[in-house]
């Protein structure tokens, strides 16, 4: 028992060495606060197979290692996000962390929490959901992942580019979640507080579902290089209950 701590859509990668600065730390100070650490998705900007341990490059090395150090402190939890669907066992066994479902029930000092990385429920955005269905398919990635690393960079910069340009034609509210499939995960789950990242529009959602009072809590994206102000941050599920951590001011909630 003791604080649950959740942080998503870091988008880590060799453009962002500030925000893995910001990372590392947060890694450092968790095992002294939190007694396990969750991280549901798009850890990293693109993440294009666990085979690239083996040749990392130098941000990512450091990321690593900093899982690792960590994870010997604490449990880790990492999970599979848009950008980093092809994270497997591999690079959880890696990293001495563990890998967690699209979608899982925590035990919290608060109660129970339904955790995802949140895209799942973005039903409306129709081109995304076909987009997610091909690259979930198993034989889909195994002929990804038997292309060369740079082959795959190439596609992962391609598909970065292709989702910029295809966001811009999209309004807000076919990016975000759909309702009726919030409610639908509420019923079928019977929990009452859920906690997804993806759309990047942190807030706190009271809603009545079947007459029972729910909530969704959304996580901030992180970002410390690109962004004025930066940006990030994480959920800590407390005995009192949910508290969000801004990276800017952390000791005032
Ligand atoms: O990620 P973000 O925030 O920009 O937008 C997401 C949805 N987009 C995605 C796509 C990812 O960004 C792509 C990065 C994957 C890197 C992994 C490497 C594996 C390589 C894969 C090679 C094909 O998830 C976006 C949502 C948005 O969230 C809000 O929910 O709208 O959805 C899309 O942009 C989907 C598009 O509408 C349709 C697909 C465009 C992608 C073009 C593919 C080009 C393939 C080129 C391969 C040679
Ligand atoms: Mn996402």
Redesign the pocket.
Known sequence: AGPVWIAADLHLGPDTPATIEAFLAFLEAAPEDAASLLLPGDIFD???GDDVIHIAPEWLAGVLSGLQHAAARLPIWIGRG?????ISEKLAAATGTHLLPDSARLQTQAGPVLLSHG?EY?LD?I??Q???TM?RNPQWQAQ?LSKSIPE?LA??Q???A???Q??SQ?SMEI?DVNQDAIEAAFRSTGLSIMVHG??HRPARHAIEVDGRHCERWVLPDWDCDHADPIRGGWLAIEEDGLVFYDLEQPEKP
């Open positions: 693109a993440w294009i848009n950008r980093d669907f092809l895209d973005c955005d081109a995304y076909q987009f997610r690259v990804f795959r596609m992962a391609e598909a970065r292709g989702s910029i295809a966001n999209k990016m993806h759309t």
